[in-house]
């Protein structure tokens, strides 16, 4: 009886040892691609944040931490030794995304999520059956893990992603910071050189709310002597009445998307560049643009009076 007993005790440990590996590996695998995105592109996936309701000008800052969480937490999946360790920190990971996504659910809900590259998905009632089937990959390798006896490499690990992530903002941002206004750029049918003076670059969609109520804001606004350049994103036959019916009649209209967001990427509309002698001075995401916003920053970088 004592035997038979010890061997379902036996087989029961093997499953779940099994079930806890195959869990971390593919919690791993998605955490890996995520943070790695994050890491390596912290502006872009910092927009995307932005438009996840992460407060304005916190998205870069958001996306480097929560990369750099998620490659730690994949190192520790993977690594049996710690995956126990892994598991925990994917699950709180998981339940910061639900928690965060619940309580934005009423402005989120429709849109896609960002959370991971690799797995396309809007946000539903669908999003939170998915995040539950990985939450349960997470908790298998907590608690099917052996315990973690030593902490010196999952420290040594964090640190050197700590400075991995640092590296890679400071790249992303010396690069985003030299970027150059191409020349020339066709501006109102007219070649025209934007590499003079303080020039306002403001790209949209004609047929997006959130960029109506930006150019009707910004319309109100004392531009001085700064030139400003609109160039819409989608139907470039609707830019003459999109700016007529906010009344942005200080913005010229230039339709050389490819061109200009060569050199000045983003993710969506609304989206703006400020720029001095041709230089980018400061750039302002979606989630920039929601009055007052952005009359205090480019107030600050003397674009307005």
Avoid at 256 to 284: I, M, S
Wanted: aromatic share 12%; with cysteine; glycine share 8%.
């Amino acid at each position: 009886m004592q035997e038979v007993l010890e061997e379902r005790r036996l087989a029961t440990a093997g499953w779940q040892r099994t079930a806890a590996a195959a869990g971390a590996i593919l919690l791993g695998i998605i955490f890996l691609v995520s943070g790695a995105w994050k890491v390596l592109s912290p502006f872009k996936t910092g927009e995307l944040l932005e438009q996840a309701q992460v407060p304005a000008g916190l998205g870069v800052l958001g996306a480097s931490a929560l990369g750099t969480l998620e490659l730690l937490a994949a190192f520790l999946l993977f690594t049996p030794r710690f995956r126990r360790w892994g598991g925990l920190l994917g699950s709180g990971l998981i339940l910061f995304f639900i928690g965060w996504i619940a309580y934005y659910y009423h402005v989120l809900v429709g849109h896609e999520c960002s959370c991971f590259p690799i797995i396309k998905r809007s946000i539903g009632p669908g999003f939170f059956v998915g995040d539950a089937i990985m939450l349960l990959m997470g908790l298998a390798a907590f608690a099917w893990s052996p315990r973690v006896t030593r902490f010196r490499v999952p420290v040594v690990a964090f640190l050197a992603l700590v400075v991995l992530a640092g590296a890679s903002f400071g790249l992303n941002y010396v690069n985003r910071s030299h970027a150059q206004v191409p020349a020339p750029v066709i501006v109102d049918n007219k070649p025209v050189n934007l590499n003079n003076g303080k020039v306002f670059l403001f790209f949209y969609d004609p047929s997006c709310m959130h960029c109506d109520a930006a150019a009707k804001f910004m319309s109100t606004l004392n531009w001085g002597d700064t030139r400003i350049v609109a160039i819409p994103t989608v139907n470039p036959q609707w830019a003459a009445s999109f700016l007529h019916d906010t009344h942005f009649a200080q913005a010229h209209t230039s339709l050389e998307l490819t061109k200009l967001k060569q050199a000045f990427p983003f993710v969506d509309p609304p989206f703006g560049v400020a720029l001095l002698d041709g230089r980018e001075k400061e750039t302002f995401s979606q989630a920039e643009f929601n009055a007052p916003l952005p009359a205090p920053e480019l107030k600050k970088l003397g674009f307005v009076q």
